[in-house]
């Protein structure tokens, strides 16, 4: 089965303190993307880091950054600086292609808490 | 520029009725995917389009549930005879092949939601 696993339902942080959140994932394919997406409680799903798997070099986007290990399928985020309003669910997912179709298969999330 | 939006918002209906979920997708979208939340859940794929090529239907929980395109844009995502277990946040999002060629990297992007809620 092709699956995206978050085994931390629940995290919390220390404002301008670092969290990491994992996400391990299974498939056969060997090119494609993964995603972590942002989800306040607004239900707005938030692109929040992507990354391909050809490329090497972990994605980063400001405070965001990954740790994209391919042949251990693991792709964790890493937080830093944590603001007040990174509080939200999170997502990992990856982009399945099969059969001239396409979707993102998603884990369960990971419910990020920032204390003041 | 307008993103993704979806209608309605919100929607309460009784046991048994039908109900329609619309989704605008953005401008120049080919591709057009639905999803189904439910409460702390992950997100569960629906159905999937791309241009004029047949929808992947395989995610779509009964065949009490579908869903159509029209003109290649907006899509309306139909539940007939409701049941409870289908309250749910149902999701609509869009995207563009993402190319590498022309450095377009892939995303989809996703409207707000429609929380359905089975009475």
């Not at chain 1, 090497?56 to 391919?70: I, P």
């Not at chain 1, 982009?95 to 369960?108: A, D, H, M, N, T």
């Not at chain 2, 569960?44 to 159509?68: C, H, M, T, V, W």
């Amino acid at each position: 089965a092709q699956t995206v696993t978050q085994s931390q339902p629940e995290m919390s942080v220390q404002e301008a303190e670092t969290v990491t959140l994992s996400c391990t994932y299974d498939t056969s394919e060997s090119d494609y993307y993964l995603f972590w997406y942002k989800q306040p409680p607004s239900r707005q799903m938030i692109l929040v880091i992507r990354q391909e798997a050809y490329k090497q070099q972990n994605a980063t986007e400001n405070r965001f950054s990954v740790n994209f290990q391919k042949a251990a399928k693991s792709f964790s985020l890493k937080i830093s600086d944590s603001q007040l309003g990174d509080a939200a669910m999170y997502f990992c997912a990856y982009r399945r292609r099969q059969g001239g179709s396409e979707k993102l298969v998603f884990g369960k999330g990971t419910k990020l808490t920032v204390n003041p | 520029g307008a993103g993704v939006s979806q209608s309605p918002s919100n929607k309460v209906t009784e046991k048994g009725k039908d109900v329609e979920l619309r989704c605008d997708p953005i401008s120049g979208h080919t591709a057009l995917y639905w999803y189904r939340q439910s409460l702390g859940q992950g997100l569960e794929f629906l159905i999937y389009f791309q241009g004029n090529s047949a929808p992947d239907k395989s995610g779509l929980p009964s065949d009490r549930f579908s869903a159509e395109r029209t003109g290649g844009s907006v899509s309306t995502l139909t539940i007939q005879r409701t049941q409870q277990e289908d309250s749910a946040v149902y999701l609509c999002a869009s995207s563009t092949p993402g190319r590498r060629t022309s450095g377009v990297p892939y995303e989809q992007y996703f409207g707000p939601g429609t929380r359905l809620t089975v009475t």
